[in-house]
């Protein structure tokens, strides 16, 4: 029988790694230097997961009910790849990864050179399938599904094939395990910081209601802005911690939750920023500026006015509004 990560290999084919490096805007082969990182990344939290018998029980319970069909044809494949594989892929990755898990994918972007954080969103729920198959086509327990997943670990660990990808692992692991401490002690602070950046984005694109295609480029120019903030501050900053991994749908859902309206989302902002100059005050300033960053990012995702991208201005006037009041909110 084919191991987990060998199952995991063989479904993505090299026609779809060009078309995952496509949606990714990666090259070809940093996205298999990628996959090569993501497979043990994720055995390793399954080894985490399943190291007591607890542990391994309630992973047990959670493995999908159905198998098979995860992947469904390159479209869903490619398709899962927006907003970090989706619900249930960015669940699975905090189920695996912990807290920690935006540093971790920041500290492999920043190694590899794009963001992985949806590579890891888009292959979390292939390998709990193939898991989920393992354990009803062998008949395990929750021990038994532990026994398995820690021999293959030692299996890739001594593997050395995989000495390169399994030092990116180690330092990306590092890196989350650093940002979950630093995440425990702000406490519910934490939400304020990780939805600030969204937040002002929220603010700069419901000033000005776009159509779909425009809208689309403002999420993912903000997307971008988040990642580049991230990349750049190092593993295990704030900003790494926080935004490391982008937009997520998650994040989208709990914002809406607590900040409804424009004036709630302000106050949000305000209130990350506040959260960061007294936790890590020698990050306040990094992280004013790049929430002020990816809402600019935002205001000149699209042109307002003009007609087929001719004419028309970058910045519209609600959105230079919304710009000033955010730099008013974090001065």
Known sequence: MSSLLESLSSTITPDAIGSIAKALGADAGAVTKGLGAVGPLLLGGLGKATATPAGAEALFKSLPADGGGMLGGLGSLVG??????????GSIVNQLLGSGSNAIGASLSRALGFNVTPLIGMAAPVLMNFLSKAVKGGNLDASGLASMVAKEQAAVASDPARAESLALVRSATEAGQRASALIEGYGADWAKVSLGPLAATMLVTGSDLSGPIDSMKEVKAANQAMV????????????????????DIGAVKQLRE???DKDKLMSLVRAGAAAVAQCSPAEASAYKASVLKVAQATAEAAKDGGFLGIGGKLISADEQAALDALKAALA
Request: charged share 5%; no cysteine; aromatic share 4%.
């Open 80 to 89: 899962s790849l927006f907003g970090g594989g989706g619900a249930s892929g």
């Open 258 to 260: 607590l900040a409804p």
């Open 228 to 247: 580049d903030a991230a990349t750049a501050a190092g593993p295990a900053s704030v900003l790494a911690s926080a935004i490391g991994g982008g937009i």
